[in-house]
């Protein structure tokens, strides 16, 4: 009877035990997501008060409280700025992004995959060279940038922004994407050639589905980059004209010095472009850049 009741009375000291197990191992799992909740909170807050700050008139700036939504929302900060040229200044923007961009792409991937599949002594030491390119900062090539830039009559002009913007885009995403084009199984490269296909088909059926989100990881980088460029545009252009948006938020903080929020409203509409990308392409980007620096 004794020897039979020992194993009854080890199971039920063991079933608390494991109880508390469980609950300590729930606890460490909500752990991680409290800190999250908290660190999304703190990152995304910036962006909030900036927006609500846009909403505020110039009198309740200084009677609202920060944190708090507006009290008597509006709409005519973003009016004013509206007003003042912003939307030239962002078809510019627009405009020396998007070509900036695709030309990066183009030349990155057609060298990536020279560089990956052609293995030779040119094409390596063309790799080496990009890679050279990414030790040089940008501030020390800004007075030879500017000398060749007024040689070719482009002063003054939105492709005098171009051209640097992709001299200094193309080493890093030929990075990115050579080291994720190389990971592409040999086998496929090599069967596509036997049944007689080319380089530019290999590149176009093959090489570009695959590096789709080192592809995307390189547009979102790139755009970002470009998009909020600040260096360039103070060098290079002067007419009001050829303003992009990073040399007009500038000058918007000198023309409405003590308008907040009118400052904001410009800021948030100058930012909201990066900030859907951000939203929309997160996980190919990540992905991107996972994927490439991990294998």
């Not at 109880?19 to 910036?46: H, M, T």
């Not at 992009?244 to 400052?263: D, M, R």
């Amino acid at each position: 009877m004794g020897v039979g009741i020992l194993p009854e009375k080890a199971a039920t000291e063991q079933q608390p035990q494991q109880r508390r197990s469980r609950s300590a191992g729930q606890l460490w799992e909500i752990v991680p997501i409290v800190f999250g909740i908290i660190w999304l909170i703190i990152a995304f807050y910036p962006v909030l008060y900036m927006f609500m700050t846009s909403l505020r008139p110039l009198a309740d700036f200084f009677t609202d409280v920060p944190w708090l939504p507006p009290t008597h929302p509006t709409l005519s900060n973003y009016g004013d700025i509206l007003a003042n040229d912003f939307g030239l200044y962002f078809a510019n923007t627009a405009f020396v992004t998007v070509i900036s961009v695709l030309l990066i792409v183009v030349v990155s991937l057609f060298a990536s995959y020279s560089i990956s599949r052609i293995r030779n002594g040119f094409t390596q030491g063309v790799f080496s060279l990009f890679l050279v390119g990414l030790a040089i900062p940008l501030q020390a090539t800004i007075i030879p940038i500017y000398a060749m830039i007024t040689n070719l009559h482009l002063y003054d002009t939105l492709f005098a922004l171009i051209l640097p913007s992709v001299a200094f885009g193309i080493p890093l995403s030929v990075l990115v994407l050579v080291t994720y084009i190389r990971d592409i199984p040999k086998e496929l490269h090599e069967s596509m050639l036997l049944d007689g296909a080319g380089h530019f088909r290999i590149l176009r059926s093959l090489v570009m589905p695959l590096s789709r989100p080192a592809i995307i990881t390189v547009v979102i980088y790139e755009t970002i980059q470009v998009w909020n460029g600040f260096l360039f545009p103070l060098v290079l252009t002067q007419s009001a004209s050829v303003r992009v948006l990073p040399l007009a938020l500038w000058s918007f903080q000198g023309q409405y010095t003590t308008n907040v929020p009118a400052i904001l409203a410009a800021v948030f509409l100058s930012a909201t472009p990066i900030i859907l990308l951000y939203i929309f392409g997160r996980r190919q980007l990540l992905g991107g850049l996972v994927a490439g620096f991990s294998k």
